[in-house]
């Protein structure tokens, strides 16, 4: 099984929650003919050869990076005919909690999807995202938890699991 861990990211807190996540399923399917790749969503021409996919977006103003977005609407049909998890990364305390990635919840084709803490650096921000960060009064800090992408790591693992002996009992069948 090959699976796609594809992410979008502009200071690259959420590129390295995909990496993380890549390690935790990768502990976790040693031994099994399992391999998991963690790319830019940027990268990824097409998601054919992959049996399972993870997509994950920083969200800006409300809204996942345009990488994100592209790369689902480009792959929608294919997205439609395999195991699909989302991830979200963005809020930090509380101020920047209010504009949640809505839209993705209601993806029917999806398993599931985390909206998981974001990191704010002001030091790595451009002068306008500085603006948008003082107007929201948002403040620097690192929300994101290692044990919250090891449980995920866990409730995926679990789901293809029995998402291939389902498809093995049927090929015997
Ligand atoms: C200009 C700006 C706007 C943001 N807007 C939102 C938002 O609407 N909702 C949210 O939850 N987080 C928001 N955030 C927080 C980011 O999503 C968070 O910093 C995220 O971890 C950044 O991911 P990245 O390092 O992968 O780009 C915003 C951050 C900035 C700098």
Redo the contacts with the bound molecule.
């Keep these: 099984m090959r699976i796609l861990i594809a992410t979008a990211?502009?200071?690259?807190?959420?590129?390295e929650l995909g990496r993380w996540l890549g390690t935790s399923i990768t502990d976790r399917v040693v031994g099994d003919d399992t391999s998991v790749e963690v790319r830019d969503a940027a990268d990824v021409d097409s998601i054919a050869e992959y049996d399972a996919v993870i997509i994950g977006s920083?969200?800006?103003?409300?809204r996942w990076l345009r990488e994100a977005r592209s790369l689902v609407a480009r792959e929608q049909t294919e997205l439609e005919t395999r195991p699909v998890w989302l991830f979200s990364?963005?809020?930090?305390g509380e101020n920047?909690?209010e504009?949640?990635p809505s839209k993705w919840d209601k993806a029917p084709w999806a398993i599931d999807h985390r909206v998981f803490g974001?990191?704010?650096d002001r030091s790595t921000?451009s002068r306008f995202?500085r603006l948008?960060?003082r107007m929201i009064r948002?403040g620097d800090g690192d929300d994101r938890s290692r044990d919250d992408i090891d449980a995920w790591a866990d409730t995926i693992c679990r789901s293809l699991k029995a998402g291939s002996e389902n498809h093995s009992d049927q090929v015997s069948d």
């Design positions: 990211s502009r200071h690259g807190s959420t590129r920083a969200v800006y103003m409300g990364s963005g809020p930090i920047t909690s504009t949640g974001g990191k704010l921000l995202e948008v960060v948002a």
